[in-house]
């Protein structure tokens, strides 16, 4: 059992990860920003949000022992933040300043792995904040320690899984993994060690653009062994324990370490916290493959509101949980004496509330702002990809095209060249030159988009 416990409501742009420690949950976004809660309560602590990078926040990952946050940004760094009293007590530059879109603390926080879109994974000492060495992969979009901190593993976009030792070797590469590209992966914290006390096998979790979900057992020497394949999910799944794509909308999600507790987040700029289970909410039992499959059952199709399911396919259910989240549960016996459903609530006007004996005017137009609300948000978030500018993942206004072929949003490109960032955002090559030249034929597809929405 699923139950719902609480919403937040503070990121004014898209979810972009949310993470767990014992005590503490952290969301990231676009719009620059981390949040902390505290979960006793869910309420955002006093130094939150925290402001550091000049860029959308793509990561967030907490130390083993909770005492330490990472945010890794397009702006190229690694920002280490203490959970305490959020200040930011380190910054790590990637040495090409390449825009970073996953990082990862090894569980003895020895370590410090980040990956980078033009494929260059970082690796970093931590205590003393010192880099000490990269790799060259394909675009890295996943990578994870192993549980004993002594294996790092990536996923890139060709689809390949890799494992590594801390000193940068190749240690096994599992090709094709997943068709289309690896989009996560994440190890459980137990292994089994051997008789020299060094970790023999461990499981990984991984999901990719295939929308499968596969657990593998990788053990010495070196190998990696499919155990089981969850294909519940109907679209890419871009996140075992970050992010989740449906239908072009995402859907963030993370497990707690200590609760029976997954945190959802997706386009709509919400993170939801849901319950898993009747049992003790203490035991923190949950982390099983059982736990997985309740959740993927249960959310195999998507839930209304937060996780972006089209309102055309919502079931009278889903539509009655809307209600309830947008505060109009009076309404709720209107629509299931009348059988609502998705179709029906979006084709729904002054006329036809009035047929459904809801009296108040009040009641019939707040119903209806909310109607609209709904529908100008599931248009706004399907825009197509090439829509979309490169730099903050937003809808372009005035696209211009740069010398490295590529479109970006005017404004962002020039703050990204002033900050002496002469190199491509796609490509980390040398930009020719900083001459812009406006996209018109873009801006008129975006245009006539935005009109048919």
């Given at each position: 059992m699923v139950s719902i416990i609480c919403t937040l409501r503070h990121h004014t742009d898209e979810l972009s990860c949310c993470a767990f420690s014992p005590s503490l949950l952290a969301t990231c976004s676009v719009d620059k920003t981390l949040r902390v809660y505290n979960?006793?309560?869910?309420?955002?602590?006093?130094?939150?949000?925290?402001?550091?990078?000049?860029?959308?926040?793509?990561?967030?990952?907490?130390?083993?022992?909770?005492?330490?946050?990472?945010?890794?940004?397009?702006?190229?760094?690694?920002?280490?933040?203490?959970?305490?009293?959020?200040?930011?007590?380190a910054v790590l530059q990637h040495p090409g300043r390449i825009p970073l879109r996953v990082c990862a603390l090894a569980p003895d926080s020895s370590l410090l792995l980040a990956g980078a879109c033009d494929g260059t994974v970082a690796l970093w000492d931590f205590p003393s904040k010192?880099?000490?060495?990269?790799?060259?992969?394909?675009?890295?979009?996943?990578?994870?320690?192993?549980?004993?901190?002594?294996?790092?593993?990536?996923?890139?976009?060709?689809?390949?899984?890799?494992?590594?030792?801390?000193?940068?070797?190749?240690?096994?590469?599992?090709?094709?993994a997943h068709d289309l590209g690896v989009t996560c992966c994440s190890s459980a914290p137990q292994f089994r060690v051997g008789e020299y006390g060094c970790c023999v096998e461990f499981r990984l979790a991984s999901c990719g653009q295939d929308s499968q979900l596969k657990i593998w057992i990788v053990s010495q020497p070196y190998a990696m062994k499919l155990l089981h394949t969850l294909?519940?999910?109907?679209?890419?799944?871009?996140?075992?324990?970050?992010?989740?794509?449906?239908?072009?909308?995402?859907?963030?999600?993370?497990?707690?370490?200590?609760?029976?507790?997954?945190?959802?987040g997706s386009m709509d700029r919400t993170v939801n916290v849901w319950r898993i289970g009747d049992g003790d909410?203490?035991?923190?039992?949950?982390?099983?493959?059982n736990c997985l499959s309740c959740f993927s059952k249960t959310k195999g199709r998507k839930l209304p509101g937060h996780s972006r399911l089209l309102v055309a396919d919502w079931s009278e259910e889903d539509v009655q949980t809307w209600l309830c989240e947008e505060g109009l549960e009076?309404?709720?016996?209107?629509?299931?004496?009348?059988?609502?459903?998705?179709?029906?609530?979006?084709?729904?006007?002054?006329?036809?509330?009035?047929?459904?004996?809801?009296?108040?005017?009040?009641?019939?137009?707040?119903?209806?702002?909310?109607?609209?609300?709904?529908?100008?948000?599931?248009?706004?978030s399907e825009a197509p990809d090439e829509f979309l500018c490169p730099i903050t993942r937003e809808l372009m206004k005035d696209p211009v095209i740069a010398a490295d072929g590529y479109s970006?949003?005017?404004?962002?490109?020039?703050?990204?060249?002033?900050?002496?960032?002469?190199?491509?955002?796609?490509?980390?090559?040398?930009?020719?030159?900083?001459?812009?030249?406006?996209?018109?034929?873009?801006?008129?597809?975006?245009?006539?988009?935005?009109?048919?929405?």
């Open positions: 979960t006793a309560d869910f309420s955002e602590l006093p130094y939150s949000p925290l402001s550091g990078h000049g860029y959308g926040v793509h990561c967030c990952r907490f130390s083993s022992c909770g005492s330490h946050l990472l945010s890794c940004s397009t702006d190229g760094s690694v920002i280490v933040w203490s959970s305490d009293t959020g200040e930011a007590t010192t880099l000490r060495s990269t790799v060259s992969e394909a675009s890295v979009v996943a990578c994870c320690f192993s549980p004993c901190g002594q294996f790092f593993v990536t996923g890139c976009t060709h689809g390949d899984l890799k494992l590594w030792d801390v000193d940068v070797s190749l240690l096994h590469a599992e090709k094709d294909t519940s999910h109907s679209a890419p799944v871009l996140s075992y324990d970050t992010h989740h794509k449906h239908m072009n909308h995402y859907e963030i999600i993370s497990l707690s370490p200590s609760m029976p507790w997954i945190a959802t909410s203490r035991t923190g039992k949950y982390l099983t493959d009076e309404l709720v016996c209107n629509f299931k004496a009348n059988n609502i459903d998705g179709p029906e609530l979006s084709q729904l006007n002054k006329e036809t509330a009035a047929e459904l004996g809801i009296e108040s005017v009040g009641l019939r137009s707040r119903l209806l702002r909310k109607i609209e609300a709904l529908k100008s948000e599931q248009s706004g970006y949003e005017r404004e962002s490109i020039e703050s990204w060249i002033r900050g002496k960032n002469k190199t491509s955002p796609m490509t980390n090559l040398p930009l020719q030159t900083t001459l812009l030249t406006p996209n018109r034929s873009l801006k008129m597809a975006i245009t006539r988009w935005k009109s048919s929405q």
